[in-house]
């Protein structure tokens, strides 16, 4: 069973930057692919990024396009997402989330149910 773990959240203001991380508890994270969502108050949790076991590829969902990049580090079991450009609008609980189902493939899940470990969530807020 991976666990997951994000840090990295807190207030900024906008314009400004973030990093979030996540950490994986167990080696098989490296096969598997990886994504950030977010749930901002009243509202559904919606897609932000995916990566690719290998990180060879990523997909972005439109709105932070060009101002957030997702990476990884399988040497430290570790996800990145690092946010710039940060507007108020980008405020709510950032999750991490792994799909072991399409280990070791190129598919690029990008719906909250194609995930089957999540973290608990890291804060971002964004002050205008």
């Known amino acids: 069973q991976v666990q997951l773990v994000e840090s990295g959240g807190g207030l900024v203001q906008a314009g400004g930057s973030l990093r979030l991380s996540c950490a994986a508890s167990?080696?098989?994270?490296?096969?598997?692919?990886m994504g950030w969502f977010r749930q901002a108050p009243g509202k559904e949790r919606d897609f932000l990024a995916a990566?690719?076991?290998?990180?060879?590829?990523?997909y972005y969902a439109d709105s932070v396009k060009g101002r957030f990049t997702i990476s990884r580090d399988n040497a430290k079991n570790t996800l990145y997402l690092q946010m710039n450009s940060l507007e108020p609008e980008d405020t709510a609980v950032y999750y991490c989330?792994?799909?072991?189902?399409?280990?070791?493939?190129?598919?690029?899940?990008?719906?909250?149910?194609?995930?089957?470990?999540w973290g608990q969530g890291t804060q971002v807020t964004v002050s205008s």
């Open positions: 989330a792994g799909n072991s189902k399409y280990s070791g493939g190129t598919y690029l899940p990008t719906r909250s149910h194609e995930y089957d470990y």
């Open positions: 167990e080696r098989t994270f490296t096969s598997y692919a």
């Open positions: 990566i690719t076991w290998r990180g060879t590829r990523t």
